[in-house]
């Protein structure tokens, strides 16, 4: 489980990075659709979000879009892995697509190793302090018709058609404003979005 920092961070990263990358996301899909147009999201499904991703990550990565300290990472050779980091924070947000198989919309591992290991999550020391896990998912619903973004924090690996166990739940709010009067319905007692949403339940890429 996430340490109340570690949570906090999150939270107060969600209300920085969503009025970026919501017009990021939005940007992308309009340019998704025009440019592949002729070709049907239904029929060619696939198609769509490989260029969706590849548009997010070519507007996310032009410098001085992205709130200070976070960078656009990852090899979009390799299944079009792309992630969020903030190394002075030891954070990172793997952005992927909302799986439409699983029962609570986080994609599970899969059989990759390092995706498996990733999805547990693990703690670790540096300067004999213990450092809680800081690399969450950044999953994208594009299937709405409103896009949403949202950060959770797995504890397991998860299967296909299944669920994927979470511990912690951030969504990004489109209007800034809302972050000062949103709350959710926690384990006990309804808690302001600033103290944390913790969560009790419990592979694609965009």
Known sequence: ?????????????AASLAPVLYPILDDAL????KRLKKYDA?????????????????????????PAGWA???N???GGQMLLTNQNERASLRVLSESKTNANGVPHAGHNLA??????????FSDGELISDRNLLLLMDTTLAMPSLRIVHT???GKYKGRVEC??????????AEYQHASFDGADEEEDLFAAFIEDEGLSDV
Not at 50 to 56: E, S
């Open 76 to 78: 979009s050779r390799l």
């Open 167 to 176: 511990d912690f739940r951030v969504p990004f709010l489109r209007d800034a």
């Open 115 to 124: 995706r498996q290991e990733a999805w547990l999550g693990h703690e670790e």
């Open 42 to 66: 239904r029929d060619e499904p696939l198609l769509h979000a490989h260029h969706r991703r590849a548009a997010f990550r070519r507007r996310a990565k032009v410098e001085g879009v992205l």
């Open 72 to 74: 656009v990472r990852g």
């Open 1 to 13: 489980m996430l340490d109340n920092e570690t949570r906090r961070f999150f939270i107060r990263e």
């Open 155 to 157: 504890t397991s690996r």
């Open 30 to 33: 309009a340019e998704t659709m």
